[in-house]
């Protein structure tokens, strides 16, 4: 497996990466944490300087082969893989959803899980799936969040619930109280459709709504960080290469020949996701870099400024 993905499973198709091993059957959460490579623990060990121990900090690593993540303060509380999986089983409930792929990122500092709920929906034509996504650090750079993640089919674009609503995602810090969060994560959550039906209204808001040439080069900016009155001289060049890709992808990117949604907010916010999820340039070229930034990173970041930003102009 590539650096960046140390393991991963995923069932079904293989996914737009063409990362992890295929399963063949629908996963129980214990037969997933063991395809997944994550049937392991951390462990929290004292910090000496000087031959002397730190009591206000400790170590973080992997138990079985002493990986070392992160120094942390003593009041940081691990969340074990185990318990993030059961999290998820209480969340989406039996039968509720499927495992669809799980693994672990940067030698298992970061650990994902993806379910795939049973509808789908439809957008101008578009069937979009609907997916839950849960993720958690082991070096102390992130809570533990789930959220919501909707998946354009003819593309498998992964597109964005956008940030910063309360009521789309769920997130607990590494603290004792963690396991509080756990017992009312079901009734903060819910698996029902109200979460989704916010996220359809706002889609097809950006389906009916046309956007001119002005307005494309207005969510780009923004999308990418800089500000209107920002003169395209001061934009970094290969900044200005990039959105011209999207430009370009709103006319030959998969999934563009639908004229229904031609001209539209919601062709523009579709050619921007096609270019985060395949064309966007990383630190490493690699597909897993890919991946990383487009879930979990600056390429998710940019997802969601474009999408609050189409939908308040």
Same mark, same amino acid.
């Given at each position: 497996?590539?650096?960046?993905?140390? @393991?991963?499973?995923?069932?079904?198709?293989?996914?737009?990466?063409?990362?992890?091993?295929?399963?063949?059957?629908?996963?129980?959460?214990?037969?997933? *944490?063991?395809?997944?490579?994550? /049937?392991?623990?951390?462990? =929290?060990?004292?910090?000496?300087? $000087?031959?002397?121990?730190?009591?206000?900090?400790?170590?973080?690593?992997?138990?079985? /082969?002493?990986?070392? %993540?992160?120094?942390?303060?003593?009041?940081?509380?691990? !969340?074990?893989?185990?318990?993030?999986?059961?999290?998820?089983? $209480?969340?989406?409930?039996?039968?509720?959803?499927?495992?669809?792929?799980?693994?672990? =990122?940067?030698?298992?500092?970061?650990?994902?899980?993806?379910?795939?709920?049973?509808?789908?929906?439809? !957008?101008?034509?578009?069937?979009?799936?609907?997916?839950?996504?849960?993720?958690?650090? #082991? /070096?102390?750079?992130?809570?533990?969040?789930?959220?919501?993640?909707?998946?354009?089919?003819?593309?498998?674009?992964?597109?964005?619930?956008?940030?910063?609503?309360?009521?789309?995602?769920? %997130? +607990?810090?590494?603290?004792?109280? %963690?396991? $509080?969060?756990?017992?009312?994560?079901?009734?903060? =959550?819910?698996?029902? $459709?109200?979460?989704?039906? #916010?996220?359809?209204?706002?889609?097809?808001?950006?389906?009916?709504?046309?956007?001119?040439?002005?307005?494309?080069?207005?969510?780009?900016? +923004?999308?990418?960080?800089?500000?209107? +009155?920002?003169?395209?001289?001061? *934009?970094?060049?290969? !900044?200005?290469?990039?959105?011209?890709?999207?430009?370009?992808?709103?006319?030959?990117?998969?999934?563009?020949?639908? @004229?229904?949604?031609?001209? +539209?907010?919601?062709?523009?916010?579709?050619?921007?996701?096609?270019?985060?999820?395949?064309?966007?340039?990383?630190?490493?070229?690699?597909?897993?870099?890919? =991946?990383?930034?487009?879930?979990?990173?600056?390429?998710?970041?940019?997802?969601?400024?474009?999408?609050?930003?189409?939908?308040?102009?």
């Amino acid at each position: 497996m590539p650096a960046l993905v140390e @393991t991963m499973f995923y069932q079904g198709e293989v996914p737009w990466h063409r990362l992890g091993t295929k399963v063949d059957h629908v996963l129980t959460s214990e037969e997933a *944490i063991i395809e997944a490579g994550l /049937d392991w623990d951390v462990e =929290l060990v004292s910090v000496a300087v $000087n031959k002397k121990v730190v009591p206000e900090f400790k170590a973080i690593r992997r138990a079985t /082969d002493k990986k070392l %993540y992160n120094i942390v303060r003593n009041r940081y509380t691990p !969340i074990q893989n185990r318990e993030a999986f059961s999290f998820f089983d $209480n969340v989406v409930g039996e039968k509720v959803a499927m495992f669809h792929t799980a693994g672990s =990122l940067r030698d298992g500092a970061q650990i994902w899980m993806l379910a795939k709920l049973p509808d789908s929906f439809s !957008i101008k034509g578009e069937e979009i799936q609907k997916y839950i996504c849960l993720t958690n650090s #082991h /070096d102390g750079t992130s809570a533990m969040k789930m959220f919501w993640t909707p998946v354009r089919v003819v593309c498998s674009n992964t597109l964005a619930m956008a940030e910063g609503k309360a009521a789309t995602k769920f %997130y +607990t810090r590494h603290t004792q109280g %963690y396991k $509080n969060k756990f017992e009312i994560a079901r009734d903060i =959550l819910g698996i029902s $459709n109200n979460y989704y039906q #916010h996220w359809i209204e706002e889609a097809e808001h950006l389906a009916n709504h046309p956007i001119n040439s002005e307005g494309l080069e207005v969510m780009l900016r +923004t999308a990418f960080g800089y500000k209107v +009155t920002v003169e395209e001289k001061d *934009i970094y060049k290969p !900044i200005i290469a990039q959105m011209n890709k999207v430009k370009e992808l709103m006319e030959v990117g998969r999934g563009m020949d639908n @004229t229904i949604i031609r001209g +539209t907010k919601w062709q523009a916010y579709n050619a921007l996701v096609e270019f985060v999820d395949y064309y966007k340039p990383t630190r490493s070229k690699k597909e897993e870099s890919i =991946l990383s930034s487009a879930w979990f990173g600056y390429g998710a970041v940019m997802k969601n400024r474009a999408w609050n930003h189409l939908l308040k102009v």
